[in-house]
């Protein structure tokens, strides 16, 4: 199993640009996640998806969109950048059943700037 | 919502000593507590965990220990090597998935 994958590793956007964030995972989670990590702190909830067709939103989501089309892929989309979304982003998914939280498994991060 | 709070924000100690790490929560529904490791340039990694129906949970040389009533949890790590200098994160949550992250806690063990 290759977990979960994130792509691409960095990328610079200009303000006003898109881009969409690829997350897939291989382990036939149900439960998907979108964090963003900024430098020395925690990391924020954006989006999260409970299953395919279903998606809500976390602690920090303006800015962003999500879908999810399929168990295994979960993008994020920026639609207008912001120097505000300089940041890391992470992917992270989760095999949850009879509502009771399991363990996470975390994808190696997106690298962001926006100039 | 969730006001989570990780101290302190840095710990220094001697290989072979014992480092601890307090997070205190304020959302008496938490039910669920996390530690994760993130080492540079990676994304965080579970290490230990514990649920509200459970005081004291141990994993060789690393344990974590829930105070319900005072609303927080403990990482303790014994007997520390080099390789467990990393950030550490607590993660408590109320069964909404929407995970509250502490602010971290920046472990270095010198050899």
């Known amino acids: 199993n290759a977990g979960v994958t994130q792509t691409p590793k960095f990328r610079i956007l200009k303000i006003g640009q898109s881009m969409t964030l690829q997350c897939t995972q291989d382990m036939n989670h149900n439960y998907m996640y979108w964090y963003r990590q900024d430098p020395g702190m925690g990391l924020k909830l954006i989006y999260y998806s409970v299953g395919a067709g279903i998606t809500d939103k976390g602690e920090v989501p303006n800015g962003y969109n999500v879908s999810r089309s399929t168990t295994e892929d979960f993008p994020l989309r920026l639609e207008l950048a912001a120097p505000s979304q300089t940041s890391v982003y992470f992917c992270?998914?989760?095999?949850?059943?009879?509502?009771?939280?399991?363990?996470?498994?975390f994808g190696p991060g997106t690298r962001l700037l926006v100039l | 919502g969730e006001n989570v709070e990780q101290h302190p924000s840095t710990l220094s100690v001697q290989e072979g000593d014992s480092a601890v790490i307090k997070c205190t929560y304020s959302?008496?529904?938490?039910?669920?507590f996390p530690w994760y490791k993130q080492e540079l340039g990676k994304g965080p990694q579970l290490i230990i965990d514990?649920?509200?129906?459970?005081g004291e949970k141990k994993d060789q040389r690393i344990a974590v220990t829930l105070n319900k009533t005072a609303k927080h949890f403990s990482l303790h790590i014994t007997e520390t090597q080099p390789e467990d200098s990393a950030v550490y994160f607590c993660?408590?949550?109320?069964?909404?998935?929407?995970?509250?992250f502490g602010t971290g806690t920046r472990l270095k063990v010198l050899a």
């Open positions: 992270a998914s989760s095999y949850s059943r009879h509502n009771r939280e399991e363990t996470q498994y």
């Open positions: 993660a408590p949550t109320p069964g909404t998935y929407k995970y509250i």
């Open positions: 959302d008496s529904a938490s039910n669920y």
């Open positions: 514990i649920r509200s129906n459970v």
